[in-house]
């Protein structure tokens, strides 16, 4: 069971906007950072948000992330195929002392 | 261009050791923490390591404390994981990631830079 949690898995058509969310607790998104990544099929991750809403250079503003309280979103518009990835969120937890992230969300665009 | 490279996986039996390597290039690797983040076939992510820039503070996750062990030489920009009493549970693609942080690593820092992770199969 990983400390954060996140849907399996999420579908949209192209085009369309998609939400995904992560939920944790007071010891780590309450209280921290978080970040999401997504994973190509069969390439490492890529980072895509940090800091709850950054976007590192390169990556475009149809993706979008957002924090309240003990969730966070990760949000993407204007779906395209290439977009078909498994997405994660991650953070430091202060009570573990540990990096967690979530269980991965599989998005398909249908 | 940053590039982190792994090297050293392979086929291991059960209870015995590998050595993970990361050779860093295209940005000071003294400056930063560096990290080990694992995913078995078909599963999610998981940290495994964390190294601050000097070495001082390392921490594990709870599954490989007292087993595996994270260090850098900053002078030849690298970084290893040794790891031993393998199981066969710590089967995975091991990744060397950079990690980054906007305030401190403890308020949430980041993975911003990732190798092509190397796989390790323990194995009889």
């Known amino acids: 069971q990983s ?3 996140q849907p399996p898995s999420v579908s949209a058509a192209p085009g369309q ?3 995904i969310s992560c939920s944790g607790s007071s010891s780590n ?3 921290n950072y978080i970040s999401w990544y997504q994973q190509l099929p069969g390439t490492a991750p890529k980072l895509l948000i940090y800091d709850n809403n950054k976007r ?3 990556i475009p503003d149809r993706f979008s992330g957002s924090k309240s309280g003990m969730s966070a979103t990760l949000g993407i518009t204007g779906l395209q195929t290439g977009d078909e990835a498994d997405y994660y969120c991650g953070t430091w937890d202060s009570s573990l002392s540990a990096v967690v992230f979530g269980g991965g969300t599989k998005l398909t665009v249908l | 261009e940053v590039q982190l490279v792994e090297s050293g996986g392979g086929l291991v039996q059960p209870g015995g050791s ?3 390597s990361c050779a860093a290039s295209g940005f000071t690797f003294r ?11 078909g599963k999610g992510l998981e940290w495994v390591a964390n190294i601050k820039q000097d070495g001082s503070e390392k921490y594990y996750v709870d599954s490989v404390k007292g087993r595996f062990t994270i260090s850098r030489d900053n002078a ?3 970084l290893s994981l040794q790891m031993h009493s393998l199981r066969a549970e710590d089967t995975a693609v091991y ?3 950079r990690a980054e942080y906007t305030s401190t690593w403890y308020d949430g820092g980041y993975f911003d830079y990732w190798g092509q992770g190397t796989l390790v199969t323990v194995s009889s």
């Open chain 1, 3 to 5: 400390v954060l949690t």
């Open chain 2, 31 to 41: 400056s930063y923490w560096m990290s080990w983040v694992r995913q078995a076939p």
């Open chain 2, 18 to 20: 590998l050595r993970l």
């Open chain 1, 56 to 58: 590192p250079s390169g």
């Open chain 2, 76 to 78: 030849k920009d690298s």
């Open chain 1, 29 to 31: 998104i309450g209280n």
């Open chain 1, 17 to 19: 906007k998609v939400t």
């Open chain 2, 95 to 97: 990744y060397c990631a």
